[in-house]
């Protein structure tokens, strides 16, 4: 399956403990960056469902915000990149 999942994480002014770092390197695990809150790739639905119950611990529910868009397959959805396609960019690093 094809997985973008983008993020919108509250700052550490809003909370007790800064969770941002946690939350990226449970993604990062699984999925190549693309933005700075945006990964995409091909996902076994075994990892997608570790990393749906990972993120879930460190995320602060009532301040953050996790979205996850599955594809059954790359080939019914289209991607295109107005400017420098990061994908293979410097967050593959």
């Known amino acids: 399956m094809y997985l973008i999942l ?5 700052g550490r002014e809003l909370k007790e403990r800064d969770n941002s ?6 993604i990062e695990k699984y999925l ?9 790739g091909e ?3 075994s990892d997608l469902k570790k ?8 995320a602060d529910k009532e301040l953050d915000s996790i ?7 790359l080939s019914h959805s ?11 960019s410097i967050f593959t690093e």
């Open 51 to 58: 990393l749906k119950a990972e993120v879930g611990k460190h």
């Open 78 to 88: 289209k991607r295109t990149v107005v400017g420098i396609d990061k994908l293979d």
């Open 6 to 10: 983008v993020y919108d994480i509250a």
């Open 21 to 26: 770092r946690r939350i990226r390197k449970t």
């Open 43 to 45: 996902i076994k639905a």
């Open 32 to 40: 190549p960056r693309v933005q700075y809150s945006v990964y995409e």
């Open 67 to 73: 979205i996850f868009y599955e594809f059954a397959k």
